[in-house]
Antibody
Framework: QITLRESGPTLVKPTQTLTLTCTFS??????????VGWIRQPPGKALEWLAL???????RYSPSLKSRLTITKDASKNQVVLTMTNMDPVDTATYYC????????????WGQGTQVTVSS | SSEVTQDPAVSVALGQTVRITCQGD??????ASWYQQKPGQAPILVIY???NRPSGISDRFSGSTSRNTASLTITGAQAEDEADYYC???????????FGGGTKLTVL
């Protein structure tokens, strides 16, 4: 059974850096063809793709957020970490991680999500 | 702004068939995937690729693509199908992913 779980702070202040961790089980990021992505959803709004990392350390970022995002992996710990700098209230959202296979365009399964509020 | 667009809301009578669409130029080259999201829950994948359902997804759900439009069809809609549905695909560069704005499905 594949599971993913997001963790991180629930509240960050404007201008701070957000660090989120996706801890997964049931698959390995040392396996060829495996990737993990991050997607967020502001309250009452649509999903927004943020970033993705593959087993071979290929990294992809949303063009609109690229300057603020960094995605890394620790395959030995089954973790993927997303950092987002210069947080703003508009970044308030539920942040999800999900597994994605290379070359097959889908995100499945998803973690339960972690809610992040940006407020002073 | 999203590179794939969806109608904000669609309704269907119980037991009838409904089609939810997703439009974008990238869909000429890349398949869409479809996600169902119920209030307070994480999205779940319902359709991917040409017309593939993950294990456990009802065969009421099917997908298709024509030119720049991907469609999710629910045949014999049930009350439990009421949810928000999102399409996703690669963007025009092929190197990034985008989500549509979502379609709220109401089952009457």
């Amino acid at each position: 059974q594949i599971t993913l779980r997001e963790s991180g702070p629930t509240l960050v202040k404007p201008t701070q850096t957000l660090t989120l961790t996706c801890t997964f089980s049931g698959f390995s990021l040392t396996t060829s063809g495996v990737g993990v992505g991050w997607i967020r959803q502001p309250p009452g709004k649509a999903l927004e793709w943020l970033a993705l990392i593959y087993w071979d350390d290929d990294k992809r970022y949303s063009p609109s957020l690229k300057s603020r995002l960094t995605i890394t992996k620790d395959a030995s710990k089954n973790q993927v970490v997303l950092t987002m700098t210069n947080m703003d209230p508009v970044d308030t959202a539920t942040y999800y991680c999900a597994r994605t296979p290379y070359g097959l365009d889908r995100f499945d399964p998803w973690g339960q999500g972690t809610q992040v509020t940006v407020s002073s | 702004s999203s590179e794939v667009t969806q109608d904000p809301a669609v309704s269907v009578a119980l037991g009838q068939t409904v089609r939810i669409t997703c439009q974008g130029d990238s869909l000429r080259n890349y398949f869409a995937s479809w996600y169902q999201q119920k209030p307070g829950q994480a999205p779940i994948l319902v359709i991917y690729g040409q017309n593939n359902r993950p294990s456990g997804i009802s065969d009421r759900f099917s997908g298709s693509t024509s030119r720049n439009t991907a469609s999710l069809t629910i045949t014999g809609a049930q009350a439990e199908d009421e949810a928000d549905y999102y399409c996703s695909s690669r963007d025009s560069s092929g190197n990034h992913w985008v989500f549509g704005g979502g379609t709220k499905l109401t089952v009457l």
